[in-house]
């Protein structure tokens, strides 16, 4: 079992920068696919950024790139998101989520990842 627990959301004015952050239990967590989410208030929860086991790989949906980074480090089991140019349509619940796969074959899809932390509110006002 993996426990995730987001922190670093709050209330941000536009074009302020944020980061959050996931810090997972257990002694696997240099095997797990990391990812984020985000939803809305009424609205689906969709894929923000991804990061494979070592690194290696990044993924971010297309309203954020250039504008969010997504980092881990292995040795504190935790993995960032940081937030740059915050924009109000950012405003969401923000879900970090795990799963033990050294592939990225479905990083983007919300029903691959096992384990999800509760949530942290991020709010960005015009």
């Known amino acids: 079992q993996v426990q995730l627990v987001e922190s670093g959301g709050g209330l941000v004015q536009a074009g302020a920068s944020l980061r959050l952050s996931c810090a997972a239990s257990g002694r696997t967590f240099s095997s797990y696919v990391m990812g984020w989410f985000r939803q809305a208030s009424g609205k689906e929860r969709e894929f923000v950024a991804a990061?494979?086991?070592?690194?290696?790989?990044?993924d971010y949906t297309d309203s954020v790139k250039g504008r969010f980074t997504i980092s881990r480090d292995n040795a504190k089991s935790t993995v960032y998101l940081q937030m740059n140019s915050a924009k109000p349509e950012d405003t969401a619940v923000y879900f970090c989520a795990a799963r033990s796969d050294y592939t990225i074959t479905n990083i983007r899809d919300a029903r691959w990842y096992d384990y999800w932390g509760q949530g942290t509110q991020v709010t960005v006002s015009s």
């Open positions: 990061i494979s086991w070592n690194s290696g790989n990044t």
